[in-house]
């Protein structure tokens, strides 16, 4: 079992920045694959980015907040990060933790995951 705690959300303005924490705990990380993913009211969850924990591999796939966001990991501390930059107001979301043993060709896929956080507010005014 692995569970992940987030933290770091809040109200932001518009052009500013936002970094998520995600806490890891119990059982080791090697091998797995960490991700973000983000949900707004009425719309499916989405894809934000992932990272192998092995290798510090990062990957954004065309999610929306690629180039303006940076995922990161912290294998002595086991925290994943997630530093947001230049907010939009449609960057509004809870914003979710996940980790699992995950294939190339799953990583933007939420169903790939077996373990996820209880999610963080970010709302971005205007």
């Known amino acids: 079992q692995v569970q992940l705690v987030e933290s770091g959300g809040g109200l932001v303005q518009e052009g500013g920045s936002l970094s998520l924490s995600c806490a890891a705990s119990?059982?080791?990380?090697?091998?797995?694959?960490m991700g973000w993913f983000r949900q707004s009211p009425g719309k499916e969850r989405e894809f934000v980015a992932a990272?192998?924990?092995?290798?510090?591999?990062?990957?954004y796939g065309d999610s929306p907040g690629r180039g303006r966001f940076t995922i990161a990991r912290d294998t002595g501390k086991n925290t994943l990060y997630l530093q947001m930059n230049r907010l939009k107001p449609e960057d509004t979301a809870v914003y979710y933790c996940?980790?699992?043993?995950?294939?190339?060709?799953?990583?933007?896929?939420?169903?790939?995951?077996?373990?996820w956080g209880q999610g963080t507010q970010v709302t971005v005014s205007s």
């Open positions: 996940a980790a699992g043993l995950v294939g190339n060709n799953g990583l933007e896929l939420d169903r790939q995951y077996a373990y």
């Open positions: 119990g059982r080791s990380l090697s091998g797995y694959t």
């Open positions: 990272i192998r924990w092995n290798d510090d591999s990062p990957w």
